[in-house]
């Protein structure tokens, strides 16, 4: 009598249908895992190709400034004034890389409590993009490049200066370790140049409007350089300086102290000689 294939092959019988799936299993399995190896090695020769990760080619580069400082810039205004003639004077410039604007900025004294502090931004726009700010907002932006922030402001008024019209306003600079700065702020536009003016006046008590005034008036071009829009502007203001303001050119100095100095006794006038 033929056995049967169980016989034959005891447990290891693969006529089952039991012994059939087990068969199909094994060889999925295979195929799973074949996959997954092949896979894993494609992955593994993509990485042996690509090139090393560098930190400065992986992270984003920063976007390079607006605005740069002018090295040893050349003094393009001056100012003498008695009301800031015994502070510490300091001039900075900054180019903007991509319109060719051109910010100057003098500062007299320090933003201390008690102490004179008189800062003014002339700002001739190049190509860039510039648009106007409200009068706060822009006074904000300025305090802020100066380290110092705005707490309390009044609405501003319209001031006459030999450049036009100006916006002054009274407002209190805030210094980092919580000192207040009564203050002045001020803003000016040219109507026929490309040329802003921006600034503080700050000191023991407010600058009166007419001394500031005059401290415009004595604000001066000494170059222009290839400019020669700017030079035309500053020549058309000299005829609208105001003759009452000592310390131009069309009046001497006189020897009072200056308006900031809030401790001090005005000098005495000299003597006229007969």
Same mark, same amino acid.
């Given at each position: +009598?033929?056995?049967?294939?169980?016989?034959?092959?005891?447990?290891?019988?693969?006529?089952? /249908?039991?012994?059939?799936?087990?068969?199909?299993?094994?060889?999925?399995?295979?195929?799973?895992?074949?996959? !997954?190896?092949?896979?894993?090695?494609? &992955?593994?020769?993509? @990485?042996?190709?690509?090139?090393?990760?560098?930190?400065?080619?992986?992270?984003?580069?920063? /976007?390079?400034? &607006?605005?740069?400082?002018?090295?040893?810039?050349?003094?393009?205004?001056?100012?003498?004034?008695? @009301?800031?003639?015994?502070? &510490?004077?300091?001039?900075? =410039?900054?180019?903007?890389? =991509?319109?060719?604007?051109?910010?100057?900025?003098?500062?007299?004294?320090?933003?201390?409590?008690?102490?004179?502090?008189?800062?003014?931004?002339?700002?001739? !726009?190049?190509?860039?993009?510039?648009?106007?700010?409200?009068?706060?907002? @822009?006074?904000?932006?300025?305090? =802020?490049?100066?380290?110092?922030?705005?707490?309390?402001?009044?609405?501003?008024?319209?001031?006459?200066?030999?450049?036009?019209?100006?916006?002054?306003?009274?407002?209190?600079?805030?210094?980092?370790?919580?000192?207040?700065? /009564?203050?002045?702020?001020?803003? +000016?536009?040219?109507?026929?140049?490309?040329?802003?003016?921006?600034?503080?006046?700050?000191?023991?008590?407010?600058?009166?409007?007419?001394?500031?005034?005059?401290?415009?008036?004595? !604000?001066?071009?000494?170059?222009?350089?290839?400019?020669?829009?700017? =030079?035309?502007?500053?020549?058309?203001?000299?005829?609208?300086?105001?003759?009452?303001? &000592?310390?131009?050119?069309?009046?001497?100095?006189?020897?009072?102290?200056?308006?900031?100095?809030?401790?001090?006794?005005?000098?005495?006038?000299? /003597?006229?000689?007969?």
């Amino acid at each position: +009598m033929r056995s049967s294939s169980k016989t034959r092959f005891g447990p290891l019988n693969l006529s089952t /249908p039991a012994a059939r799936s087990a068969r199909l299993s094994w060889r999925l399995g295979g195929i799973a895992l074949a996959t !997954l190896i092949g896979g894993l090695g494609l &992955a593994l020769l993509a @990485e042996a190709d690509a090139p090393l990760p560098v930190a400065h080619i992986a992270e984003k580069a920063a /976007p390079a400034p &607006a605005w740069i400082a002018i090295n040893r810039p050349f003094e393009l205004y001056g100012l003498e004034a008695p @009301e800031v003639a015994k502070l &510490a004077k300091s001039y900075q =410039a900054l180019r903007h890389q =991509a319109g060719g604007g051109r910010q100057d900025i003098l500062t007299f004294g320090a933003p201390k409590p008690d102490s004179a502090y008189f800062r003014l931004v002339l700002y001739r !726009l190049g190509k860039e993009d510039a648009p106007n700010a409200p009068f706060f907002v @822009e006074l904000a932006r300025r305090a =802020a490049d100066g380290g110092l922030s705005i707490g309390k402001s009044v609405p501003p008024a319209s001031l006459a200066t030999r450049f036009g019209d100006a916006e002054v306003a009274d407002v209190t600079l805030m210094a980092a370790e919580g000192a207040s700065l /009564p203050c002045l702020g001020i803003r +000016m536009q040219a109507k026929t140049l490309a040329w802003r003016m921006t600034g503080f006046a700050c000191g023991g008590k407010l600058l009166p409007r007419q001394e500031l005034q005059c401290i415009f008036d004595r !604000l001066d071009l000494n170059t222009a350089g290839d400019d020669r829009d700017l =030079a035309n502007f500053f020549a058309e203001t000299e005829l609208r300086r105001n003759p009452v303001c &000592a310390g131009t050119r069309l009046t001497p100095t006189t020897q009072r102290a200056a308006w900031l100095d809030d401790n001090e006794t005005p000098a005495p006038p000299k /003597p006229s000689k007969h």
